[in-house]
């Protein structure tokens, strides 16, 4: 089992930056698939990007160009480079995870089996 902690988000003008962290608890993080998703409100769960174990990532088609994942298995970390963000970028944004190597990119919410609580981006104008 694998425990997830979200860090990072906060309010920010559109346009701006915002970095997300995701903690991993477990040493083995490296043989994992992890992805983020966002939930905005009154809006089903969201596949933002993923990267697998081998390092490939896919993106959302509303986020490619502006963000970009990346993972540190040494430190057991995810990250999420967002930039120009938009009001639409507003959501809950939560990190997931699924054992397994070489996996498939997935945006499919039910196909990852540990989540963190999330944290919150919100972007005014």
Do not use: H
């Not at 694998?2 to 915002?18: D, K, N």
């Not at 057991?76 to 990190?95: F, G, P, S, W």
């Amino acid at each position: 089992q694998v425990q997830l902690v979200e860090s990072g988000g906060e309010s920010v003008q559109a346009g701006g930056s915002l970095t997300l962290t995701c903690a991993a608890s477990r040493d083995t993080f490296s043989s994992y698939s992890v992805a983020w998703f966002r939930q905005a409100p009154g809006k089903g769960r969201e596949g933002v990007a993923v990267i697998n174990s081998y390092g490939t990532s896919s993106y959302a088609d509303s986020v490619e160009g502006r963000f970009t994942i990346s993972r540190d298995n040494a430190k057991t970390r995810l990250y999420l480079q967002m930039n120009d963000l938009k009001l639409e970028d507003t959501a809950v944004y939560y990190c997931a995870a699924r054992s397994g190597l070489g996996l498939l990119n997935s945006f499919v919410p039910r196909d990852y089996n540990y989540w963190g609580q999330g944290t919150q981006v919100t972007v005014s104008s």
